[in-house]
């Protein structure tokens, strides 16, 4: 089975890592840490892929250099105040993605290579205000599996209803490469197959709208749910190996914070 339903919340899940709050849960060092548990549930947009749930384990841990939340590190850089509300930031980011299939995966699939997933590092840069958080990153697959290139652009704006519950919208698009996309998605001369042409892939932005919740029992307990849907650039709904144009996700998690 793909181990992509696993890590692809960690976007969504690197903004939980900063937290309901700017003290809670930190020690006197200023560092914060915390376990926790998920379950996400993926529908990719391969051909008759099943519907992948998985439960996985989550570990968050910050302080003022660093930030860990489950595969994703992101080290901090020096950032801007621009204001009484206003700030960029800047950090390097790093994480694990499990992007890609095995041939056993869907019937669509066999006789295919596998597609594996892979380390990806980059950089990313914040505006944030009381307004809004608009955020930058880009990253390569360091691990040189697709040798492909990502940038994501996110929008969101966090709401505190009552003292327990906040709730953030956001929108993004995703720009892949065309490394990227003929990697995951294309289909090359040696498997080429009744019902699958040959397929070349090439550059696609996806765009995504999705919601995060968390509720705060209290400084320690905390659950969240983030759910999102994904509309597939042409360059990804092009492809033989996919039947539809749209992805979805389901992430549901508890955060213990000591």
Request: net charge positive; aromatic share 12%; proline share 4%.
């Given at each position: 089975m793909?181990?992509?339903?696993?890590?692809?919340?960690?976007?969504?899940?690197?903004?939980?890592?900063?937290?309901?709050?700017?003290?809670?849960?930190?020690?006197?060092?200023?560092?914060?840490?915390?376990?926790?548990?998920?379950?996400?549930?993926?529908q990719?947009a391969?051909?008759?892929?099943?519907?992948?749930?998985?439960?996985?384990?989550?570990?968050?841990?910050?302080?003022?250099?660093?930030?860990?939340?489950?595969?994703?590190?992101?080290?901090?850089?020096?950032?801007?105040?621009?204001?009484?509300?206003?700030?960029?930031?800047?950090?390097?980011?790093?994480?694990?993605?499990?992007?890609?299939?095995e041939?056993s995966?869907?019937?669509?699939?066999?006789?295919?290579?596998?597609?594996?997933?892979?380390?990806?590092?980059?950089?990313?840069?914040?505006?944030?205000?009381?307004?809004?958080?608009?955020?930058?990153?880009?990253?390569?697959?360091?691990?040189?599996?697709?040798?492909?290139?990502?940038?994501?652009?996110t929008?969101?704006?966090?709401?505190?209803?009552?003292?327990?519950?906040?709730?953030?919208?956001?929108?993004?698009?995703?720009?892949?490469?065309?490394?990227?996309?003929?990697?995951?998605?294309?289909?090359?001369?040696?498997?080429?197959?009744?019902?699958?042409?040959?397929?070349?892939?090439?550059?696609?932005?996806?765009?995504?709208?999705?919601?995060?919740g968390?509720?705060?029992?209290?400084?320690?307990?905390?659950?969240?749910?983030?759910?999102?849907?994904?509309?597939?650039?042409?360059?990804?709904?092009?492809?033989?190996l996919?039947?539809?144009?749209?992805?979805?996700?389901?992430?549901?998690?508890?955060?213990?914070?000591?």
């Amino acid at each position: 089975m793909s181990s992509a339903a696993v890590w692809c919340v960690s976007a969504p899940l690197s903004a939980l890592a900063a937290g309901p709050g700017p003290d809670d849960g930190k020690d006197g060092n200023g560092s914060s840490w915390g376990l926790g548990l998920g379950v996400v549930s993926t529908q990719k947009a391969y051909r008759d892929f099943d519907r992948e749930n998985r439960a996985l384990p989550m570990i968050q841990y910050e302080n003022r250099w660093v930030r860990v939340f489950g595969p994703g590190l992101t080290v901090k850089l020096p950032g801007v105040q621009l204001g009484p509300t206003q700030r960029l930031e800047f950090g390097l980011v790093a994480r694990y993605d499990g992007s890609g299939y095995e041939a056993s995966d869907a019937p669509i699939l066999n006789g295919m290579a596998e597609r594996k997933g892979g380390f990806w590092a980059g950089g990313r840069a914040a505006w944030k205000s009381d307004l809004a958080d608009l955020g930058a990153e880009w990253t390569t697959d360091v691990s040189g599996h697709s040798k492909g290139q990502r940038l994501s652009l996110t929008l969101e704006r966090t709401w505190r209803l009552g003292n327990q519950t906040l709730l953030t919208p956001r929108v993004g698009a995703n720009w892949l490469d065309k490394k990227y996309v003929d990697y995951y998605y294309g289909v090359r001369a040696s498997e080429v197959a009744a019902g699958r042409a040959f397929y070349a892939g090439k550059s696609t932005v996806n765009a995504e709208l999705g919601v995060r919740g968390m509720y705060l029992f209290n400084r320690h307990h905390s659950m969240f749910v983030d759910v999102g849907v994904t509309s597939l650039g042409s360059g990804i709904k092009d492809s033989p190996l996919v039947d539809s144009s749209t992805e979805n996700r389901v992430f549901l998690g508890y955060l213990y914070r000591f």
